[in-house]
């Protein structure tokens, strides 16, 4: 059984460029969370997706978007990139919505905003 | 909203027991986790707790929680150099996957 999967590993961007990172979730998961780690930080909820619809966002500004395909695997945008944007950005997969269900990380992609 | 607070680092030696602490402000989590981070790598969950227990125990691990004093701990019994990593303990305070993170204590194991 494959794990959680992101890509790219490692991206460097400018300011107030556009960016996608990409989840692959594990199979049999419907449901995809991402969260924002800066560094010396704990994991910041940013929002989740259940069967390609979001269900529940944190505190973070409209640019930050995202989608989920039928395959169930996601994509997040951040539009205008802002240096404070600079972090690891993890994704989350699980079984099905709700704090009962495990939720497993992938590797992460750590964006760098010059 | 809810705030959620871990010392930032400890040390031991290999073979003691190590104790890590961590301290909420909302109640309301059906369950509270602690989660494993280790250079390069996600997160990896080491064990939960519901909020209905006072203590749980996995092998090496036990959590004790403490609802009235809003306080949560990780004992890591016979710690290895392995087990170096960083450790956050989280809620799920609206109980729909959505976790809040501490800051994360970083366990730094001596041989």
């Known amino acids: 059984e494959t794990g959680v999967t992101q890509s790219p590993t490692h991206l460097i961007k400018t300011r107030g460029q556009q960016v996608t990172l990409r989840c692959s979730s594990q199979s049999g998961h419907n449901t995809v969370s991402w969260y924002q780690q800066a560094l010396g930080q704990g994991p910041q909820f940013i929002f989740q997706y259940y069967r390609e619809e979001e269900n529940g966002r944190g505190n973070f500004p409209p640019r930050f978007s995202g989608l989920q395909f039928p395959n169930y695997s996601s994509e997040l945008n951040v539009n205008a990139l802002e240096l404070d944007d600079s972090a690891l950005y993890l994704c989350?997969?699980?079984?099905?919505?709700?704090?009962?269900?495990?939720?497993?990380f992938g590797p992460g992609t750590r964006l760098t905003v010059l | 909203g809810e705030d959620v607070e871990q010392s930032l680092f400890l040390s031991v030696r290999e073979g003691d027991s190590s104790v890590i602490n961590c301290t909420y402000t909302d109640s309301s989590s059906t369950y509270l986790y602690w989660y494993k981070q280790e250079p390069g790598a996600g997160l990896q969950l080491l064990t939960y707790?519901?909020?209905?227990?006072d203590m749980k125990q996995d092998q090496r691990l036990t959590v004790l929680l403490n609802k009235k004093d809003k306080h949560l701990s990780l004992r890591i019994a016979d710690t290895q150099t392995g087990d170096s990593a960083i450790y956050f303990c989280a809620l799920d305070s609206s109980n729909t996957g959505k976790l809040i993170f501490g800051q994360g204590t970083t366990l730094q194991v001596k041989p």
């Open positions: 989350a997969s699980s079984t099905d919505s709700g704090s009962r269900y495990e939720q497993f």
């Open positions: 707790i519901f909020s209905n227990m």
